[in-house]
């Protein structure tokens, strides 16, 4: 069983910048494909960045370049760094753990509510 507990939501002003955290139990951390989802209110959550295990990402077009997801093997961390936030950046977001050989995010935090407004 893995836990992840995100950190680092908040309210922010547009064109301002957010680091969110996750911490994940577990000793296999390492493995395990991680990713950021977010839930805009009245939309569906959605995949926007994530980072294999040997370190590959991929971000949704709507936050590339603006967005960077790195990880922490050692701390059993991911994190999210966001820049240029725009309101329509608002969201719930979470962090979710996929592991190797299995059905895809398996694993989930309970999220984090970043606002960006002015």
């Known amino acids: 069983q893995v836990q992840l507990v995100e950190s680092g939501g908040g309210l922010v002003q547009p064109g301002g910048s957010l680091r969110l955290s996750c911490v994940a139990s577990g000793r296999i951390f390492s493995t395990y494909t991680m990713g950021w989802y977010r839930q805009a209110p009245g939309k569906q959550r959605e995949l926007i960045a994530s980072?294999?295990?040997?370190?590959?990402?991929y971000y949704r077009d709507s936050v590339r370049g603006r967005f960077t997801i790195s990880r922490d093997n050692a701390k059993s961390a991911v994190y999210l760094q966001m820049i240029s936030l725009k309101p329509e950046d608002t969201a719930d977001y979470y962090c979710a753990a996929a592991r190797p050989g299995g059905l895809g995010y398996e694993y989930w935090g309970q999220g984090t509510q970043v606002t960006v407004s002015s």
């Open positions: 980072i294999a295990s040997g370190g590959s990402t």
